[in-house]
């Protein structure tokens, strides 16, 4: 229970876009929120952007304007639409699934990488 599935990591050029998607295995509104953050090499695991369950969404600074999270609930998937993307962008991108106290679980991560 609370599986996640990431895709959509890639090279991309700035400027560019990608959209990741994250499925869980069970339903979504069961979760106390859904979130992406991103580890850069030689950096802590930072927050990019959340959705609560009753969909309230906060992004970090850096990416506000830029990131947009949505969800499709029938789908129990969560998406982050990266738009005008920089080099600063590039990390490791990783699915969370907040239940606590009972789990709180980790996708395996997809690379995304900003570069000409």
């Known amino acids: 229970q609370g599986q996640l599935v990431e895709s959509g990591g890639g090279l991309v050029q700035p400027g560019g876009s990608l959209r990741l998607s994250c499925a869980a295995s069970?339903?979504?509104?069961?979760?106390?929120?859904m979130g992406w953050y991103r580890q850069a090499p030689g950096k802590q695991r930072e927050l990019v952007a959340v959705?609560?369950?009753?969909?309230?969404?906060n992004y970090a600074h850096s990416v506000k304007g830029r990131f947009t999270i949505s969800r499709d609930i029938a789908k129990n998937t969560v998406y982050l639409q990266m738009n005008s993307l920089k080099p600063e962008d590039t990390a490791v991108y990783y699915c969370?699934?907040?239940?606590?106290?009972?789990?709180?679980?980790w996708g395996q991560g997809t690379l995304v990488t900003v570069s000409e």
């Open positions: 969370n699934a907040d239940r606590l106290p009972f789990y709180n679980n």
């Open positions: 069970g339903s979504i509104l069961s979760l106390n929120a």
């Open positions: 959705i609560t369950r009753d969909g309230t969404v």
